[in-house]
T-cell receptor, first 110, second 113 residues
Framework: DAMVIQNPRYQVTQFGKPVTLSCSQT?????MYWYQQKSSQAPKLLFH???????NEADTPDNFQSRRPNTSFCFLDIRSPGLGDAAMYLC?????????FGPGTRLTVL | KQEVTQIPAALSVPEGENLVLNCSFT??????LQWFRQDPGKGLTSLLL???SQREQTSGRLNASLDKSSGRSTLYIAASQPGDSATYLC????????????WGLGTSLAVNP
């Protein structure tokens, strides 16, 4: 089945230790998104790729970076995680209007 | 400023009831409305998309409507089941940026057996 896959599903890291979250898709969608969602809050868009073009939201901290080496994969790098970065990180893809979401990665920062 | 509002924030109903979840938006430039379901600790599942040219969409026991003139969308769930228990979020697309969804905070639904 075509889908959006996120690995790992649960990630524990230490304060300040770099961490990378992974997203892959079999939908062949040209747009990929990264969202951060904290408890009882709506998802917050961090950035998205339209093909290879990177689009950063104005309020996304510099601590967050992203890479998209090919159509299928997109990575979220958190250079120095703080306690406030503990959240669910959601990857989504789209070709038109509808966005399809992965299951998310729950990040814990100790 | 919350541009998309969902009322109620939480709802608890007995199994079998028909129910309506509400989503209102202040931005008149929102032209598409998408409803999502989120189970606790999980990702988002797209339920229905209503485009500006449509007034409603149906999928099984779910029916979503869109009234752009009043800035409202509703999600109707018929014959609710315990398996419908989840958080339901609505999100709109602004005509000026068709890749950035504008989200409500969701309605947490509990359907009791």
């Amino acid at each position: 089945d075509a889908m959006v896959i996120q690995n790992p599903r649960y990630q524990v890291t230490q304060f300040g230790k770099p961490v990378t979250l992974s997203c892959s898709q079999t939908l062949n969608h040209n747009v990929m998104y990264w969202y951060q969602q904290k408890s009882s809050q709506a998802p917050k868009l961090l950035f998205h790729y339209y093909d290879k073009d990177f689009n950063n939201e104005a309020d996304t901290p510099d601590n967050f970076q992203s890479r998209r080496p090919n159509t299928s994969f997109c990575f979220l790098d958190i250079r120095s995680p703080g306690l406030g970065d503990a959240a669910m990180y959601l990857c989504a893809t789209s070709r038109g209007i509808v966005q399809f979401f992965g299951p998310g990665t729950r990040l814990t920062v100790l | 400023k919350q541009e998309v509002t969902q009322i109620p924030a939480a709802l608890s109903v007995p199994e079998g009831e028909n129910l309506v979840l509400n989503c209102s938006f202040t931005d008149s430039a929102i032209y598409n409305l998408q409803w999502f379901r989120q189970d606790p600790g999980k990702g988002l599942t797209s339920l229905l998309l209503i485009q500006s040219s449509q007034r409603e969409q149906t999928s099984g026991r779910l029916n979503a409507s869109l009234d752009k003139s009043s800035g409202r969308s509703t999600l109707y769930i018929a014959a609710s089941q315990p398996g419908d228990s989840a958080t339901y979020l609505c999100a709109g697309l602004n005509a000026g940026n068709n890749r950035k969804l504008i989200w409500g905070l969701g309605t947490s639904l509990a359907v009791n057996p």
